[in-house]
């Protein structure tokens, strides 16, 4: 990817990176000129020092172990993937490695019935659960400064999303481990920058693909082509 900035134009692409053995995941491995390994060099070895905290580095230890938890039939020798566990089961179990007893959901009202059997699921695994509503406050639209004509329904009342007010009464809460559930876009950047307890996300909002915005991808080449122009 061409910038006009410093370093000759480069920007970090791992996107369009071709190599076969990729120095990142194979030691002696190659890197394309646009190897953010090579050009930020300072900042990738620079966030070893995070690790230093302990409570970090435990995260992440608990992490990478979930990770390949992941996956069965695991052992020496060449490996085939073999992945059998779900998000939600990945979430469970992390939550779980980690102790977090108190959970948060932050979710979209448009998805109600999938927060009620989320709950209902990491009860039964043994985690309190605290959920709270997009629509928290039953704030007007207005608040924001947005006119009839940029509601969903011209003309009528329309509470606001309230990223910000979920992620307070989940602070005043006390939970340990957030899960967000279709939370839109920007209102999920808002609440994952207000929330104090780590989050995760566990569904993203794709209003017309079943909240699977994969789909998209996989048929860009297809069905989705016009995804590049501007509309
Ligand atoms: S880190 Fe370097 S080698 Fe790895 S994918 Fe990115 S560009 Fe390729």
Redo the contacts with the bound molecule.
């Keep these: 990817m061409k910038t006009d900035d410093s370093r000759e134009g480069l920007a970090p692409?791992?996107a369009s990176?071709g190599?076969k053995e990729?120095?990142?995941?194979t030691p002696g491995?190659?890197?394309?000129p646009?190897?953010?390994?090579t050009l930020d060099a300072e900042a990738v070895a620079g966030s070893l020092s995070r690790y230093a905290d302990p409570g970090i580095a435990e995260f992440a230890r608990q992490a990478s172990i979930q990770e390949a938890e992941c996956y069965v039939d695991r052992g020496p020798g060449p490996y085939v993937l073999h992945p059998t566990k779900t998000r939600t089961q990945e979430t469970a179990e992390f939550a779980r490695r980690m102790g977090y007893r108190r959970l948060g959901l932050a979710f979209c009202a448009g998805l109600q019935d999938e927060a009620r059997v989320l709950a209902g699921i990491l009860e039964a695994q043994g985690f309190e659960v605290v959920s709270v509503v997009c629509k928290v406050g039953g704030t007007p639209k207005e608040t924001l400064g947005l006119t009839d004509d940029q509601k969903i329904r011209v003309g009528e009342f329309e509470s606001m999303c309230s990223p910000i007010a979920q992620a307070a009464v989940l602070n005043a809460e006390r939970t340990e481990f957030n899960v967000l559930v279709g939370l839109c876009v920007g209102h999920d950047s808002l609440f994952l920058k207000h929330a104090d307890a780590p989050c995760t996300v566990l569904v993203a909002k794709d209003r017309v693909l079943a909240h699977a915005p994969a789909a998209a991808l996989h048929t860009a080449h297809s069905y989705y082509p016009w995804l590049k122009t501007v509309r």
Excluded: W
Aim: proline letters at 12%; glycine letters at 6%.
């Design positions: 692409a791992c990176c190599m990729k120095a990142c995941r491995g190659q890197a394309p646009f190897c953010p390994a």
